[in-house]
Every structure is written in structure tokens, then in C-alpha cells.
């Protein structure tokens, strides 16, 4: 593996040369006790200080991958994979931090991420939901509806219907991966609920395909269900001025639902059905 180029000042460095080594770490298939290379070894096969190889360290510790004895060095805790899970920013690039600004292509890779586990997590909400899990989509609905009349931010009770949806699967797991998507990704639903979503008719247009998912889940259509999370997905990549030809699935499913339905739907949710 050839030396890291860039600047040793900042916490940059030290976060492409934690990732560096956790995929050298998995490259080796090194076993958890494993010991690794001393610190003068791994500065020398990454080419940078010390001080940058203690702090990559100091971050796969705290992600529970390596783990520190007192006079006797680092050790493999777990595989990669098999810890904490996070959203680097910038690592497209090698260069950034989980305070980086995210790239359109992360932007992608996310959204690619949210279809595979939002479509199934509508399918089987439409399949398992209870009177009280719609219920509680349906205020976080209500809420946007309001917020769409007043022209007001509902970027979090955006969030809060996509976790209710994954709450109904009756599965904790994808609940609580649901909530870490909604934080980690809270701030690209922001423009769809400014001040310019609302004058561009974004939220509206957002809003209609939350209520598409809804009504496809209460009535227990999961084929349907799934269709329309997908559509969502769709419409929130268009709206991001991302391309989602990357996805052909996206592409059939927005053909699917073309805008005179999604306007047929908003026309429902305005009359209060």
C-alpha cells in the first residue's frame, strides 16, 4: 500500500489513513487478537507520522475495530464490518472527514442505500402494520400537511414518517437503521421543505408521495407499497438535481407513477381523505 499524500495537518489525514488500515486490516484477514505492526512499521507502509498513525488508532478504538494494551501496542478487536457502522463524507475522494461537505456521489450511494431498505421496509409495513403504526404515520403526514399550508420547515417530520414506516415492519433493527439514515441524512430533505421547496413545489410534490406510501400501506398492498417508495426515492433524486438513471429500477417505477397521479393523490390529501 503506497504512502498517503496531503497535508499531516487537520484531522483529515488521520481518518484516510483509519480507513486505510481498517481495509488492510480486512485485506490480511487478520483475526480479532491479532496484533498489529508497531507504530515506526506503519508509519513507514502508510508514509506518514506518527502522531497521524495514533490518531487513525485512536479512531478505530472508538469504532470498536482495534483495541490498545499499555506497553504492548494495538490488536484487531473485531473485523471491519463487524463494528459500529458510519457515513464517511469524502471518502469517494480520499480525502475527507465525517465533517466533510458530502459529494453528489455520496449523495448517490446514499440514496442507493435508503432504495434498498426503504422499498422493503414499505413492503413489509404494508404486510405487518397495526392500527397505532398508521396512526402515527398518519400525524407525521398531518404535520407536513400543515406545514405545506403555512409554508413552514417539516424536514423533521419528514424524517419522522419515514421511521414510523420502518417502525410497522415490526422489525427494531430496521427501525433503528431508519433513524440513523434520518440522521445522518436529515439535511438533503432541507430543501424540500425551505423556503424555495415550497415556492418550487417540491414539498408538495414530496408530500404527495408520502401519502402515496401511506395509503399503499393501510391497505395492506405491499406491492403497491413498495412501488411507491421507490417512486418517492425517485422523485427526492430528481428534486436533488441528482441523475437516477444509475438505478433502472427507479427509472421504471417513476414511469410508473406519472405526475397526474401524484396530483390525484395530493388532491386527496388537500380535501382531507
Known amino acids: 500500500m503506497g504512502a498517503v499524500k496531503g497535508s499531516e495537518r487537520g484531522p483529515r489525514?488521520?481518518?484516510?489513513?483509519?480507513?486505510?488500515?481498517?481495509?488492510?486490516?480486512?485485506?490480511?484477514?487478520?483475526?480479532?487478537g491479532a496484533q498489529l505492526p508497531t507504530e515506526k512499521v506503519l508509519c513507514e507502509r502508510f508514509g506518514v507520522s506518527r502522531a497521524v498513525i495514533r490518531e487513525a488508532i485512536?479512531?478505530?478504538?472508538?469504532?470498536?475495530?482495534v483495541m490498545t494494551r499499555q506497553g504492548s501496542g494495538a490488536y484487531v478487536a473485531a473485523r471491519p464490518g463487524q463494528v459500529t457502522f458510519r457515513l464517511v463524507r469524502g471518502a469517494a475522494n480520499g480525502e475527507g472527514t465525517e465533517d466533510s461537505a458530502i459529494s453528489d456521489r455520496e449523495i448517490s450511494?446514499?440514496?442507493?442505500?435508503?432504495?434498498?431498505?426503504?422499498?422493503?421496509?414499505?413492503?413489509?409495513?404494508?404486510?405487518?402494520?397495526?392500527?397505532?403504526?398508521?396512526?402515527?404515520?398518519?400525524?407525521?403526514?398531518?404535520?407536513?400537511?400543515?406545514a405545506l399550508q403555512t409554508g413552514t420547515d417539516a424536514h423533521t417530520d419528514d424524517d419522522a414518517f419515514h421511521v414510523a414506516v420502518a417502525a410497522a415492519t415490526h422489525n427494531p433493527q430496521i427501525e433503528r437503521f431508519q433513524a440513523f439514515m434520518g440522521q445522518q441524512f436529515s439535511?438533503?430533505?432541507?430543501?424540500?421543505?425551505?423556503?424555495?421547496?415550497h415556492r418550487s413545489g417540491h414539498a408538495r410534490d414530496s408530500q404527495a408521495e408520502h401519502v402515496r406510501i401511506f395509503e399503499a400501506i393501510a391497505a395492506g398492498d405491499a406491492a403497491a407499497a413498495r412501488a411507491a417508495a421507490t417512486a418517492h426515492l425517485a422523485g427526492a433524486v430528481r428534486r436533488l438535481g441528482l441523475d437516477e438513471r444509475r438505478w433502472g429500477a427507479l427509472d421504471a417505477m417513476k414511469r410508473e407513477h406519472a405526475p397526474d397521479a401524484?396530483?390525484?393523490v395530493l388532491h386527496g390529501v388537500e380535501e382531507g381523505r
Not at 187 to 197: F, I, L, V, Y
Request: proline share 2%; charged share 30%; net charge negative.
Open 13 to 32: 489525514l488521520s481518518v484516510v489513513v483509519a480507513g486505510q488500515l481498517e481495509a488492510w486490516i480486512s485485506e490480511q484477514g487478520l483475526k480479532a
Open 187 to 197: 439535511d438533503s430533505r432541507a430543501p424540500t421543505w425551505n423556503e424555495a421547496g
Open 109 to 146: 450511494d446514499i440514496f442507493e442505500l435508503r432504495y434498498l431498505v426503504e422499498a422493503g421496509a414499505a413492503e413489509l409495513a404494508a404486510l405487518r402494520r397495526s392500527p397505532q403504526e398508521l396512526e402515527r404515520m398518519r400525524a407525521a403526514l398531518e404535520r407536513m400537511a400543515v
Open 262 to 264: 401524484r396530483n390525484e
Open 58 to 65: 485512536s479512531r478505530l478504538k472508538a469504532d470498536g475495530c
